[in-house]
């Protein structure tokens, strides 16, 4: 790899968080990670484990991982504040439909609830935000259905105004979550420039060299009060919408850095939009540390780090 970068923010973690369990266990992990980062964690508005609720009362009923139930009927659903955006920046993560799959959705500025404007939750039914988006690709969070070494890895800039969690499986990005303000936005009708997105599969989701599955490539951003089909870019192409295939330098065999920028696919508002404060795509998949721990390398992408050793499935 080149010369490392300079960081242009300062990041707190909470990484390495292994486990060997499926669906039920990884998002309970998931949601211990988020609220309990160091910095600014994320706090709980309110939360099902299928048989007790409470809307708006900020009490979290995901005791243990018995507490996370996936399916019809009766079933757990946890709603987040994010911090950093707005007082009511909120996430739903409702586990109603099975271990792949669920209704994850985001709330800029209402926030979810009747006391918000929305409608509550009870054991069957999630709570409901009048400016709720789907900010997933096709409702994925990730293909856990089968036990299997995990890892969850959270991070955040210490001011608030990044959020990101990879959840790494297999030697792979299964799970990729970004709740974070951007840089360089191109375009002024952007009116609020945020980045909301849960990009996940059944492969390495932030892989550049799996060109043949495009699809997998598509993110669900917040955009102007929607969500729109988009994906990551390179600085080094930054008007087209796809990844290409890395290669290292013929001189001295290093592998460059290219920041990670987002383009929008959708008609009409098609073009690259913005890049992301350190991120950037690297070189060889794998996991690693570099540039004396500041930097871990996970799949083709390089994010901040704490200085430990990367587990990496």
């Known amino acids: 790899?080149?010369?490392?970068?300079?960081?242009?923010?300062?990041?707190?973690?909470?990484?390495?968080?292994?486990?060997?369990d499926d669906a039920n266990g990884i998002m309970f992990v998931v949601k211990n990670a988020l609220l309990e980062l160091p910095a600014q964690p994320w706090t709980c508005w309110?939360?099902?484990?299928?048989?007790?609720?409470?809307?708006?009362?900020?009490?979290?009923?995901?005791?243990?991982?018995?507490?996370?139930?996936?399916?019809?009927?009766?079933?757990?659903?946890?709603?987040?504040?994010?911090p950093g955006f707005n007082p009511k920046t909120q996430l739903l993560i409702d586990l109603s439909i099975d271990e792949v799959k669920a209704v994850i959705r985001f709330s800029y500025s209402a926030g979810f609830g009747a006391a918000n404007g929305g409608t509550d939750g009870n054991t069957t039914t999630r709570p409901t935000a009048t400016d709720?988006?789907?900010?997933?690709?096709?409702?994925?969070?990730?293909?856990?259905?089968?036990?299997?070494?995990?890892?969850?890895?959270?991070?955040?800039?210490?001011?608030?105004?990044?959020?990101?969690?990879?959840?790494n499986r297999a030697g792979n990005i299964y799970s990729a979550w970004f709740f974070e303000i951007p840089k360089n936005v191109t375009d002024p009708g952007w009116s609020n420039p945020l980045i909301a997105s849960i990009a996940a599969g059944t492969v390495?989701?932030?892989?550049?060299?799996?060109?043949?599955?495009?699809s997998e490539k598509y993110l669900r951003v917040y955009y102007n009060g929607s969500a729109m089909t988009a994906s990551f870019t390179f600085e080094s192409i930054p008007g087209h919408p796809l990844h290409r295939i890395g290669i290292p330098d013929q001189f001295?065999?290093?592998w460059p850095l290219?920041?990670?920028?987002?383009?929008?696919?959708?008609?009409g508002y098609?073009?690259?939009?913005?890049?992301?404060?350190?991120?950037?795509?690297?070189?060889?998949?794998?996991?690693?540390?570099?540039?004396?721990?500041?930097l871990a390398q996970m799949s083709e992408i390089v994010v901040p780090w704490n200085g430990s050793v990367l587990i990496w499935t």
């Open 270 to 294: 098609r073009g690259r939009k913005c890049e992301l404060y350190d991120l950037w795509w690297g070189g060889l998949p794998g996991g690693d540390v570099h540039s004396g721990g500041e």
């Open 1 to 20: 790899m080149m010369a490392p970068p300079t960081l242009e923010k300062t990041w707190s973690f909470n990484v390495n968080n292994y486990i060997t």
């Open 252 to 254: 001295n065999n290093q």
């Open 132 to 167: 709720e988006v789907d900010v997933t690709k096709d409702s994925y969070w990730s293909n856990f259905s089968v036990s299997e070494e995990t890892v969850v890895h959270a991070m955040q800039a210490t001011d608030g105004s990044a959020h990101r969690l990879f959840i």
């Open 204 to 214: 390495d989701v932030l892989n550049y060299v799996r060109i043949g599955s495009l």
């Open 46 to 82: 309110g939360s099902c484990d299928s048989a007790n609720f409470g809307n708006g009362d900020g009490v979290d009923r995901w005791i243990d991982s018995n507490d996370v139930k996936i399916g019809t009927g009766a079933h757990s659903w946890f709603v987040f504040n994010i």
């Open 258 to 267: 290219s920041g990670v920028g987002v383009y929008v696919s959708e008609s």
